[in-house]
């Protein structure tokens, strides 16, 4: 095992940290869909954030899988008590055990697992599994994204189709000052699979509209820019990870000519 505090991952440690991943999260992703539409135990975490038990079970796997293979990486989950020795460690798991639960709970197909790998506060593996729909996302730097094994880019150029953007509709409304009735796409309530279908060429950009963290968003984040696309604040910089804050403000993402064309519009028209 490589010492995470003292190098770069390479590429046999990236190949070997991309297996690990893509495993551990299929088995986790099983797990969760094995527990999926049963009576499970909740309770609100916060003002009104669910969790079940089936969160904690599918992190309980995470963790031991992840951190028994890395000992020298850091940990942060959703789900787990935020340990500040993470802040010194250059490699770092960052893990969302179940993007959308609200919808898991309600028994809708649109929830994932979502776990991205670190390196010096940007992402370096990438994995979102959605098991009820059967989408398995996966990226690793430099070597672009696949959706179920295949191949998948961002849509190119620069126009927008509002029926092709997700976010909320405040936001998204502010993309010109006198729209009008537009159409918006539907609502997804996973926030990583919202963003993961910019990816896929299924939504021209989507919106975070503001206080996620960095597991909602660096799996998504690296499977976006590894499709050529790109994710970024509304100013174009980009978003970091493993910091001691993790709350992000509003976020979008979409291919790269159209992520620029976004910028440069809320850059003229900033929000209040």
Same mark, same amino acid.
């Given at each position: 095992?490589?010492?995470?505090?003292?190098?770069?991952?390479?590429?046999?440690?990236?190949?070997?940290?991309?297996?690990?991943?893509?495993?551990?999260?299929?088995?986790?992703?099983?797990? !969760?869909?094995?527990?999926?539409?049963?009576?499970?135990?909740?309770?609100?975490?916060?003002?009104?954030?669910?969790?079940?038990?089936?969160?904690?079970?599918?992190?309980?796997?995470?963790?031991?899988?992840?951190?028994?293979?890395?000992?020298?990486?850091?940990?942060?989950?959703?789900?787990?008590?935020?340990?500040?020795? +993470?802040?010194?460690? +250059?490699?770092?798991?960052?893990?969302?055990?179940?993007?959308?639960?609200?919808?898991?709970?309600?028994?809708?197909?649109?929830?994932?697992?979502?776990?991205?790998?670190?390196?010096?506060?940007?992402?370096?593996?990438?994995?979102?599994? !959605?098991?009820?729909?059967?989408?398995?996302?996966? !990226?690793?730097?430099?070597?672009?994204?696949?959706?179920?094994? @295949?191949?998948?880019?961002?849509?190119?150029?620069?126009?927008?189709?509002?029926?092709?953007?997700? @976010?909320?509709? =405040?936001?998204?409304?502010?993309?010109?000052?006198?729209?009008?009735?537009?159409?918006?796409?539907?609502?997804?309530?996973?926030?990583?699979?919202?963003?993961?279908?910019?990816?896929?060429?299924?939504?021209?950009?989507?919106?975070?509209?503001?206080?996620?963290?960095?597991?909602?968003?660096?799996?998504?984040?690296?499977?976006?820019?590894?499709?050529?696309?790109?994710?970024?604040?509304?100013?174009?910089? =980009?978003?970091?990870?493993?910091?001691?804050?993790?709350?992000?403000?509003?976020?979008?993402?979409?291919?790269?000519?159209?992520?620029?064309?976004?910028?440069?519009?809320?850059?003229?028209?900033?929000?209040?």
């Amino acid at each position: 095992m490589a010492d995470a505090d003292a190098k770069s991952l390479d590429a046999t440690g990236l190949a070997r940290d991309a297996a690990l991943l893509q495993d551990t999260v299929r088995e986790a992703g099983n797990l !969760a869909l094995s527990m999926f539409r049963t009576e499970l135990k909740t309770w609100t975490k916060g003002a009104s954030s669910p969790v079940s038990e089936a969160d904690i079970a599918v992190n309980d796997l995470l963790e031991a899988r992840l951190r028994a293979a890395t000992p020298d990486y850091g940990w942060l989950s959703e789900e787990s008590a935020d340990d500040a020795a +993470r802040l010194s460690r +250059r490699l770092t798991w960052v893990v969302d055990p179940i993007d959308g639960t609200r919808n898991y709970l309600g028994g809708h197909d649109e929830w994932c697992v979502s776990v991205a790998l670190v390196e010096d506060a940007s992402p370096v593996l990438a994995a979102v599994f !959605a098991p009820a729909s059967g989408e398995f996302f996966f !990226a690793a730097r430099g070597q672009g994204t696949t959706l179920n094994g @295949g191949a998948v880019r961002a849509a190119p150029g620069a126009a927008l189709d509002f029926a092709r953007v997700a @976010g909320p509709k =405040p936001l998204v409304e502010r993309l010109k000052p006198s729209l009008g009735e537009i159409t918006l796409h539907r609502r997804i309530g996973s926030l990583a699979l919202r963003l993961c279908r910019v990816a896929d060429g299924a939504l021209d950009a989507a919106f975070a509209g503001g206080n996620s963290h960095d597991w909602d968003l660096a799996a998504a984040d690296l499977i976006v820019q590894e499709a050529d696309g790109r994710m970024s604040d509304l100013s174009g910089d =980009p978003i970091l990870y493993n910091r001691r804050e993790v709350a992000h403000g509003v976020l979008v993402a979409a291919g790269r000519d159209r992520h620029a064309s976004i910028v440069a519009h809320f850059r003229n028209r900033p929000l209040p």
